[in-house]
Nanobody, 128 residues
């Protein structure tokens, strides 16, 4: 079983930046895609971005394109989310998750119900 631990959340002003990290431990030999989701208070969990096992493919939700960048370092079993030009509407708990395969069609990537391995989340608060 893989365990995921997020870090890097915090309070930032609009226009600022944060870098989230997701460290995997346990059975990390699985070559799987990884993703970031977020959940704002009172809202459903929503897809943010995913990256394939090799890092060669990424898929972003429209609202973060050009502002967020996902990357991974498989030697360190870590996935990163660089968030720039943050907006108040980016405020949410951000969750890291592991998919079941090295990559998936977009409909699978976007569906949080398809993922079984989640981190505990890290809170990002963007003030106006």
């Amino acid at each position: 079983q893989v365990q995921l631990v997020e870090s890097g959340g915090g309070l930032v002003r609009a226009g600022g930046s944060l870098r989230l990290s997701c460290a995997a431990s346990g059975r990390t030999s699985s070559n799987v895609a990884m993703g970031w989701f977020r959940q704002a208070p009172g809202k459903e969990r929503e897809f943010v971005v995913a990256i394939s096992w090799t890092g060669g493919s990424t898929y972003y939700t429209d609202s973060v394109k050009g502002r967020f960048t996902i990357s991974r370092d498989n030697a360190k079993n870590t996935v990163y989310l660089q968030m720039n030009s943050l907006k108040p509407e980016d405020t949410a708990v951000y969750y890291c998750a592991a998919y079941g395969n090295s990559w998936h069609p977009a409909t699978i990537l976007r569906d949080y119900r398809k993922l079984k391995v989640w981190g505990q989340g890290t809170l990002v608060t963007v003030s106006s």
